[in-house]
C-alpha cells in the first residue's frame, strides 16, 4: 500500500478496529479513529504512535445520531482512501425480547447506523471516482437462531445493505467488502467460552481486511474459512428440524 493512502475506522476504540488500524498503519497508511470515546481513541492513538511512528486523528462519532452524519463526513481532515466500519453491540438476548428500546438500539447500532454511514461515503467515493469500503458483519446475519436472533437480525440488514451496495457499484472503482468473522476473542465475548477452531483473533480479522483491500481483492471475507463450510450446513437445515434445535 502507498504511504499517500488513507484509513478511517469506524468504531476505532474496539478490539478488531484497533487492530485494523496498527495493520494499516504498518503499512504507511495515515489513520483516523472515530467513535464515541474519545479518551479511548486518543489511547489507541497513542499506542499506533509507539508502535509504528503513526500519527492518527480522532473524530468524534455516535452511530445513533444520522443527523450528524454528514458534518462528521465533512469535518474529516481529507475524504479517506478506505472506510471500515467495526461498530457493532451483542447484547443480552433475553433483555431484547422484553424492552423494545433496548431491542431497537441493538438493531440500530448492528445496522441502521452502519448502513447509512457507509451509503453516504459511498456517495462521496462516486463523486471521487474511488474508494474501498468495508463492513464488519457477521454469520449471525445468515440464520436466525433463538439464542441471539436479535443481534442476528441486525448484521443480517448490514449484510444486505453491504451486498446491494456492492452490485450498485459493481461497474465503478468503489470496492465494497463483507467481512464475517465468525467468534472472534474481544472485550464482547470475554465471558463466552469461544471453540478454538472457530475463534479468530482480532489481529486475523485485521490481516483479512487489508489482504482483502491492499493485495487481493475480495467481495466476501469469511475470516476463519471454516465458517463458510458451517453456515452452509446450518442454512441448508430444514426449518421444522432447526426450530428443534434451538441453536
Known sequence: MEKSQSLLVLGGSSDIGRACALRFAES????MLAGRDLEAL??????????????????????????????????LPALPDTV????GVLGEQSRAETEVAYASRIIRTNCEGPAILLGL?????????????????????????????????GKAGLTAFLSGLRNRLGK???????????FVRTRMTKDMKLPGLLTAEPEEVAEAIFRAVAVRPRDVIYVKPIWLIVMTIIKAIPEPIFKRLRI
Open 84 to 87: 471500515i466500519c467495526v461498530i
Open 42 to 75: 486518543q489511547r489507541e492513538a497513542q499506542d499506533i504512535a509507539v508502535r509504528t511512528g503513526a500519527k492518527a486523528s480522532l473524530h468524534k462519532l455516535d452511530i445513533l445520531d444520522g443527523d450528524a452524519f454528514r458534518s462528521f463526513v465533512h469535518d
Open 28 to 31: 504507511g497508511a495515515q489513520i
Open 121 to 153: 461515503f459511498a456517495e462521496h467515493f462516486l463523486a471521487r471516482g474511488s474508494g474501498a469500503i468495508v463492513g464488519v458483519s457477521s454469520v449471525a446475519g445468515e440464520r436466525g437462531r433463538a439464542s441471539n436472533y436479535v443481534y442476528g437480525a
Open 172 to 182: 465503478t472503482n468503489i470496492r465494497v467488502i463483507t467481512v464475517k468473522p465468525g
